[in-house]
């Protein structure tokens, strides 16, 4: 409005002069930043976008660093940030790293982020290359099942804990998610052929089979489940040393909001369902609060805590006793304690222990599911 209200006027003084002078200096400067800016994403925010950004150059530029990133087996590492820009040398070594011999995993949200966003920018680009390296991914995940429906944390699997079938971290369900999607034709990924969705849709019932049978009953009463189980006899597993085999208050909700998912589900996924929920009704903390604060003597001069709070949310524990269902709070030594304050600072601030894990689960998410099952 400055702008126009100089040009306008009869009587433009020197300080106008200057600047009127200095407005394209200022328009060119600040656009050059906004470009910049948009190039500024992370890997996550690119994940989330609107769907058009898909066919942008930011997102292309990202979608190469993702093929770069996959390995010949056709699936990724975990824990790499995709959206970073990569010079010719960065180039290069990926090019020398594609074997998979670092490892190729579905923990910590790999391999079935990577495919989602392929499918974004194939739906938008209609470019083959992102189109083929997502069917890849899908024959990769598919290979990585075991017979028993379970998935493993890496694949070709790794011998240890990593041999696991995993839910830590939404590791299975990501992949079920994901091939659900798959199977029944969701957009974006309803270019995938027909034997690869009948596939899917045959590796999700083996899932779902596996899943009810590790539901851990105690005296014949269905709880919920472990983070981790056995492979073979499907019990309850022990991953790293701060994660021994128990009940898992932050795992268990992604399965449970998976079977909710079920069209037309059965009396055994209903009667899953209502146990585990049950169960989170009885195991629910209440007038406690998880809150960080100020540590002066401890590394980076915090640390959380738990405190009395009767207005605070409910929480769960990620770890609960198999047997008694009590909170298990265990460091690095392997060894349970009652309280959070017991372990050691490193693991109170690099592991959440206590959380509002199902809060929105049980508030929300279940009558609605009982909702639909009396339409």
């Known amino acids: 409005m400055r702008l126009f209200q100089i ?9 106008n002069v200057l600047v009127f002078a200095f407005i394209p200096l200022f328009i060119l400067i600040s656009g050059k930043t906004n470009a910049q800016n948009s190039e500024q994403i992370s890997w996550e925010e690119a994940q989330r976008q609107e769907k058009q950004w898909y066919a942008s150059q930011n997102a292309k530029r990202i ?26 040398q960065d180039k290069a070594s990926l090019e ?6 670092f490892g190729t995993t579905i923990d910590n949200d790999a391999t079935h982020t990577q495919m989602r966003y392929l499918a974004k920018v194939y739906d938008e680009t209609g470019d083959k290359k992102y189109g083929d390296a997502f069917l890849k991914g899908v024959d990769f995940l598919l290979a990585a099942q075991y017979e028993n429906g379970g998935w493993p944390q890496f694949y070709p699997v790794r011998e240890g804990y990593y041999e696991h079938i995993t839910f830590n971290d939404g590791a299975m369900m990501g992949v079920m998610n994901l091939l659900r999607d798959i199977a029944f034709q969701k957009e974006p ?40 189980h056995h492979r073979e006899d499907l019990s309850p597993a022990k991953a790293r040393d701060y994660e021994l085999p128990s009940l898992s208050g932050g795992e268990s909700v992604g399965i449970i909001k998976y079977l909710m998912e079920i069209q037309n589900p059965s009396d055994e996924v209903k009667m899953a369902i209502r146990e585990s929920i049950n169960w989170f009704k009885e195991h629910k903390i209440t007038g406690k609060k998880v809150v960080f604060v100020d540590a002066p003597n401890l590394p980076g001069g915090r640390d959380r805590v738990v405190v009395n709070d009767p207005n605070g949310d409910p929480l769960w524990a990620r770890f609960n006793e198999i047997g008694t269902g009590r909170p298990m709070f265990v460091g690095r030594d392997g060894i349970v304690k009652d309280e959070l304050n017991e372990i050691e600072h490193e693991r109170r601030m690099g592991y959440s222990y206590l959380k509002n894990y199902a809060q929105g689960l049980l508030e929300t998410d279940y009558p609605a599911w009982e909702g639909r099952l009396i339409k």
């Open 63 to 88: 979608a190469d660093n993702v093929l770069l990133y996959q390995n010949n087996n056709g699936g990724w590492l975990k824990n790499i940030d995709m959206a970073k820009r990569l010079d010719s």
């Open 189 to 228: 990924y309803d270019f995938v052929d027909i034997e690869r969705r009948q596939n899917a849709k045959e590796a999700i019932d083996k899932g779902l089979e596996v899943i009810l049978k590790m539901q851990v009953r105690i005296d014949g009463k269905g709880t919920v489940w472990c983070a981790q």
């Open 96 to 101: 020398e790293k594609k074997s998979g011999k």
């Open 7 to 15: 040009i306008a006027s009869e009587k433009i003084n020197c300080q």
